[in-house]
């Protein structure tokens, strides 16, 4: 066994693995909608959802030319830049999944490359007006293209047929919907599961166990497409809440409108030249159909949040790629450390996810994703600390206090008793000293949580 | 730096009229359709306005159809 050998299996087996979070990252982009508004059952959906995955990357039969689409210099990318680059989109994709927060996983991948390149191979070796043109540009444009399309959509459909999701028009909408939910889910299979097969194929060249010219070969699609799959079945559900559920209360007409919407941006990037990520264009349509029926049921703060997500995955997967790069370029040594560290962040990440878990059960129960670093599990899902209806100034208050508490792995006592939620240990409770577990609403800023109370109808005229 | 502003136009034009004409088109045959259901007395099965609608949907369906050959390669 050579370390050539070891590098590649090692990257083939990362490859994959991103290729499994790419699918339940990417799960709900298809599928969210569907099963907020009841098109679909949760199960069945993310089965439909990873039968057409698999489907599309079987169909797909172009390889990618090259790995990033010359927002590196592929000259200059390794086995192990790529490792490293991989690791990073991999951790940023779990812990933009434990808080529920849609983001692109392409993006990831070309921060972690972008990272690991620049420590390898220096800034030379990143095309930074590519990233602009390819990556940061899409990226405003893709919700703004889909958000305006949902909207108008939306707001037509609800002009000329106002009672559009009342009796049997709602199934006809929910029949709809589930088409061209099905068609998203065919799509993105067709482009992001080709995607870590050209990574592995490109690996595979690189090191001399295949020719260069030639397409990857069929355990590789079967591997590639199965990973994808299996990854797409296991459902994202956090993700999956915050698209359905966090954005905007969908009614069928909207997730018809929403899917449409998503579907036909998808293919009209995928065919006229331009491309926009999957992610962004769906959550573009999710808070443009809000906007379309009423501007006061789309839950701005959250979606403020997802911008910010998805502005700061570039730079964090390329800080995550570039430290991933720097140990990983000392050695076969560095390599394993890397490796360990991957599987390490992702148990931790896991781990933390199943003390507020979001499951095909209780997806719709909420429209927050929590996260709970206390040291004891919570059995229910936390709720946002601030009660629907309370007067604006109140939870402003609420929530400003809640900032106040810095959210560490550690359980840190409070400082003030509004900012954190005392739980018993159970039976016992007399026995040990009580934990503290810190509720947190997903994104960085936990005082935005005055704008997630869910608008109730007496509010709705008062919001923006 | 080289933008394509044109094929971003292009992708953006493409998008709002594709859905707004997809989803118009089936509101409109749903919209119909339901509204004969609601109607019928019992007397007239069929009428200009259900098959007027049926045919909006189907029209929809059709675009779907065409989506479905654009995502697969290996029809074109």
Redesign the interface.
Known sequence: MTSTFFIVAVVIVTALFFDFTNGFHDSANAMGTSVATGALRPRTAVLIAAILNVA?AF????VAKTISGGIVNDALVTPTMIFAGLVAAILWNLATWLFGLPSSSSHALFGGLIGAVLIGAGASGVNF??V??KIL?PAV?APV??G???G???F??YR??SN?DE???AG??RR?QS??AS?VA??HG?SDGQKTMGVITLVLITAGYQDAGTGPQTWVIATAGLAIGLGTYSGGWRIMRTMGKGLVDLRS?QG??AE??S???I????????G?STTQVCSGSVIGTGAGRKLATVRWGKARRMVYGWLLTLPAAALFGAIAAAVALTGPVGILIVLVALLAGSGAIYTISRRTPVTHVNVNDSPDVTVSFGRTSTSSMQESPVAAGVATHQTITLSGTAAATTPVVTATPPTTGASAVITSTGPAAGATAPTVVTPLIIGPRAREAADDTIPGPAASGGLQ | MTINWGALALVAVATVVAAVSIVGLFSLGVAAVTAHQRSRGGASVWSLTLVAGYACISAAGLIAVYGLYLIIPQFH
Do not use: K, N, R, Y
């Open positions: 599309g169909l797909s039969t172009e007006s590519v602009v043109s540009l444009m293209i889909a305006l399309a949902a108008l959509a939306t037509l459909v000329w047929f559009a009796g049997p028009a006809w909408f709809g088409v061209s068609m065919l799509a067709t007409p018809f409108a449409t919407t579907a036909a941006a293919l009209a990037s995928a065919h006229m030249g331009f926009l």
